[in-house]
C-alpha cells in the first residue's frame, strides 16, 4: 500500500471493502486523503474530535494526522489520495463533506484508473477535474470534539461508543471527582461547548449508524432518551439542517 500511495501522481484512486465492525489501527498518511463510502458508515477519530461519515457522503483527513477508524455496517469505501497542496485546508482538520452527483460519477470512474495513469491524457484530464470539484464540496456538521484531558475524554469516548442519556452532569462530575463548577469550566475549556450541547450533538452521531442500518427512527429516539420521535427529530433537523429520514438507508 505504501508504494502505491508513492506513485508520481498528484491524485491516486483506490476502492476497498470492509466487514462491519472493522477497525483500521491509529496511523497517518503522507498525502491528505478523501474517503468516500457508498454503504456503511464511518467514524474517523483524533486525539482531538470525532467524525462520523453516513452513507455517500465523504470525509477529507489531511496529511499527518493520526487517525482511527471504525466501520459499522459493510462499507464500500472509494478513496483518492492527493499530495499536500492539492486539497488546501489550512487548518489541517479533519472534515464531513457532502459529495456532488459529478463528484459519485468522478470517483467510480477513478477508482478502474491504473496507479501510473498518463497525466497528459483523458486519465490525467479526470483526476485534474477530481482536483478542482473536491474543493467545491460543502463542509457538513458532523464532527464531535473530544477532550484531550484523559479521564474527561475517556468519559466522553465511552458515552459517543454507547450513549447513557439518562445520566445527569452530576453523574458525570461523581464519576470524575468533580464539583459541578470545575467539570463545567473543564469540559467548556477541554471541547469549546457546554455539556449539554456536547451531547446533544453526541446523541445525534451516535444515531447514524443506527439510521443507515435501516433502524425505526422511534425505537432510536427512545433509546436516546427523548420523550417521542417528534423531539428526536426537531433536535436532529436544528443540529444537521435535514430530516433523520434524510439519513435511513433503508428509506432511498
Known amino acids: 500500500m505504501s508504494s502505491f500511495r508513492e506513485v508520481p501522481r498528484p491524485i491516486i484512486a483506490l476502492g476497498t471493502d470492509y466487514p462491519d465492525g472493522h477497525v483500521i489501527a491509529a496511523h497517518r498518511h503522507d498525502r491528505d486523503q478523501l474517503l468516500y463510502g457508498l454503504t456503511g458508515v464511518l467514524m474517523a477519530s483524533t486525539p482531538q474530535g470525532a467524525w462520523m461519515m453516513p452513507p455517500q457522503r ?12 471504525r466501520l ?13 497542496e492539492q486539497l488546501g485546508t489550512p487548518d ?14 468522478l470517483l467510480s470512474e477513478a477508482v478502474t484508473i491504473p496507479a501510473e495513469y498518463d497525466v497528459d491524457g483523458r486519465d490525467g484530464a479526470l483526476m485534474t ?4 470539484e473536491i474543493k467545491r464540496l460543502p463542509v457538513l456538521p458532523l464532527s464531535l470534539p473530544l477532550p484531550e484531558h484523559a479521564s474527561l475524554g475517556a468519559k466522553c ?18 464519576h470524575l471527582g468533580m464539583s459541578r463548577r470545575s467539570f463545567t469550566r473543564l469540559f467548556r475549556k477541554e471541547t469549546g461547548s457546554s455539556f449539554v450541547e456536547w451531547r446533544q450533538q453526541a ?10 442500518a435501516g433502524q425505526a427512527i422511534t425505537t432510536i429516539a427512545l433509546d436516546l432518551g427523548y420523550d417521542n420521535p417528534a423531539a428526536f427529530s426537531n433536535m436532529f433537523r436544528r443540529i444537521l439542517g435535514t430530516s433523520p429520514r434524510d439519513y435511513r438507508t433503508a428509506d432511498r
Not at 465523504?58 to 477508524?69: K, Q, S
Not at 459499522?72 to 499536500?84: E, I, Q
Not at 447513557?164 to 461523581?174: A, G, K, N, S
Open 58 to 69: 465523504g470525509m477529507l483527513i489531511p496529511a499527518g494526522v493520526i487517525h482511527e477508524v
Open 72 to 84: 459499522f455496517g459493510d462499507v464500500k469505501m472509494r478513496s483518492l489520495y492527493l499530495r499536500p
Open 92 to 105: 489541517r482538520q479533519c472534515k464531513v463533506v457532502g459529495i456532488s452527483s459529478l463528484m459519485r460519477h
Open 129 to 132: 477535474l477530481i482536483g478542482h
Open 157 to 174: 469516548r465511552a458515552f459517543l461508543a454507547s450513549p447513557t442519556p439518562h445520566e445527569t452532569i452530576d453523574d458525570w462530575c461523581d
Open 203 to 212: 446523541c445525534i452521531l451516535a444515531a447514524l449508524p443506527r439510521l443507515a
